[in-house]
């Protein structure tokens, strides 16, 4: 049963996720990702590049250190990049189409009458 709760869970979240990926399906949206990506793991992933071609052994240490801990499990480099590039979409860029209210897509994803059926079609 808690097993069950644990996975409801989680499919929930990636779906209130992917319906906020959806609402980035502009041209503002797809910049403020790019920039939201490039403030928390693009850099790093420019200076493994660009440490490589010059032969400075510095930049690959500090962008490979930083992609690790990126990568490493635990840290929350997805949810943050998306709501850096939801502030960055809005407050920025004031793009205001396509606008997903999370909480109200959460209340949605977690109404009683759905989660029953769930539970009855699971049985």
Excluded: C
């Amino acid at each position: 049963m808690m097993m069950h709760k644990f996975k409801n869970f989680w499919v929930k979240f990636f779906k209130v996720v992917w319906a906020v990926i959806k609402s980035m399906n502009t041209f503002r949206g797809y910049l403020a990702l790019f920039i939201a990506y490039l403030i928390y793991h693009g850099w790093a992933v420019f200076f493994v590049a660009f440490g490589s071609i010059v032969g400075n052994a510095w930049m690959i240490g500090i962008g490979t250190a930083v992609i690790l801990f990126w990568f490493g499990p635990g840290t929350p480099v997805i949810p943050l990049i998306i709501v850096t590039a939801l502030f960055i979409k809005k407050y920025i860029l004031f793009d205001r189409k396509h606008h997903v209210n999370i909480r109200e897509e959460w209340k949605k994803l977690n109404d009683v009458k759905v989660f029953q059926n769930e539970k009855h079609k699971s049985l």
